[in-house]
C-alpha cells in the first residue's frame, strides 16, 4: 500500500458558513416595515368601511335584479321608483335628515333670529323630492347623463293606471331598468 493516497479516515467535514438572517440589521429597514404595516393597516380599514359604506348599494342592485328578472309584473314596474328612493335616502351623508334642527330652547332664547322651519330641512331629504328637483337630485347624484325625462317616467311608474304600464314596450322597461341599475351602481356619495 502507498503512504501517500489519502485514505477515508483522514477526510474532515467541511465547516458551513453561519446561516444568514433574514432580520433587518439597521433601524431604516425597521422604520420602513412599520410604515408598510400601518399603511396595510390604513388601507384594510378604509376598505372595510367602504365595504360596510355600500352595503346599502349591494342590497339594492340585488332588489333590482329581482325585480328585472320580472320585468313584466306590473309591480316590480311600480317598485322602481321606491327602489330609487329608498337609496336615495340610504345615501350615506356627512348631516342625516334633521340634524342641524335647533333645540327648543335656543329657538325661544333667540326671538329675532329666524329659525328655519322643520319643513323647509325636511325638503332637502331625497324623500320627499319630486317632478324637477327629484330629477335634479338624480343628475347631480350620477356621474354618467340620465335621460331628461327620468323623473317623469318613474313617476309613471308609481302613478300611471295598469293599462298605460301594460302598454308599454319591453325596450322602455329594459332602458328604465338599465338606468335604475347603472344609477344605483354609479351614484355619487358625497361623504
Given at each position: 500500500?502507498?503512504p501517500n493516497?489519502?485514505?477515508?479516515e483522514?477526510?474532515?467535514?467541511i465547516?458551513?458558513?453561519?446561516?444568514?438572517?433574514?432580520?433587518?440589521?439597521?433601524w431604516?429597514?425597521?422604520?420602513?416595515?412599520?410604515?408598510?404595516?400601518?399603511a396595510?393597516?390604513?388601507?384594510?380599514?378604509?376598505?372595510?368601511?367602504?365595504?360596510?359604506?355600500d352595503?346599502?348599494?349591494?342590497e339594492a342592485l340585488?332588489?333590482?335584479?329581482?325585480l328585472q328578472k320580472?320585468s313584466d309584473?306590473l309591480?316590480?314596474l311600480r317598485e322602481l321608483?321606491?327602489?330609487?328612493?329608498?337609496v336615495?335616502?340610504?345615501?350615506?351623508t356627512?348631516?342625516?335628515?334633521?340634524?342641524?334642527?335647533?333645540?327648543?330652547?335656543?329657538?325661544?332664547?333667540?326671538?329675532?333670529?329666524r329659525?328655519?322651519?322643520?319643513?323647509?330641512?325636511?325638503?332637502?331629504?331625497?324623500?320627499?323630492?319630486?317632478?324637477a328637483?327629484?330629477?335634479?337630485?338624480?343628475?347631480r347624484?350620477?356621474?354618467?347623463p340620465?335621460?331628461?325625462?327620468?323623473?317623469?317616467?318613474l313617476a309613471q311608474?308609481?302613478?300611471?293606471p295598469?293599462?298605460?304600464?301594460r302598454?308599454m314596450?319591453?325596450?322602455?322597461?329594459?332602458?328604465?331598468?338599465?338606468?335604475?341599475?347603472?344609477?344605483?351602481?354609479?351614484?355619487?356619495?358625497a361623504?
Amino acid at each position: 500500500m502507498n503512504p501517500n493516497v489519502p485514505s477515508i479516515e483522514q477526510l474532515k467535514e467541511i465547516a458551513l458558513p453561519a446561516r444568514v438572517s433574514y432580520v433587518p440589521q439597521t433601524w431604516g429597514w425597521w422604520v420602513l416595515l412599520a410604515v408598510l404595516v400601518v399603511a396595510i393597516v390604513l388601507l384594510s380599514a378604509r376598505r372595510y368601511w367602504q365595504w360596510r359604506r355600500d352595503r346599502y348599494r349591494r342590497e339594492a342592485l340585488l332588489r333590482l335584479a329581482q325585480l328585472q328578472k320580472r320585468s313584466d309584473d306590473l309591480n316590480a314596474l311600480r317598485e322602481l321608483p321606491e327602489l330609487l328612493k329608498r337609496v336615495a335616502i340610504s345615501l350615506p351623508t356627512r348631516n342625516p335628515v334633521g340634524a342641524g334642527l335647533p333645540a327648543m330652547a335656543s329657538a325661544r332664547t333667540t326671538q329675532h333670529s329666524r329659525v328655519p322651519s322643520l319643513a323647509s330641512q325636511l325638503l332637502q331629504d331625497p324623500g320627499a323630492l319630486g317632478n324637477a328637483d327629484w330629477q335634479n337630485f338624480l343628475q347631480r347624484h350620477s356621474k354618467h347623463p340620465l335621460p331628461a325625462n327620468f323623473s317623469q317616467q318613474l313617476a309613471q311608474l308609481a302613478y300611471a293606471p295598469d293599462a298605460v304600464l301594460r302598454a308599454m314596450p319591453n325596450v322602455q322597461r329594459q332602458q328604465l331598468f338599465d338606468t335604475c341599475r347603472h344609477w344605483v351602481e354609479c351614484h355619487h356619495v358625497a361623504a
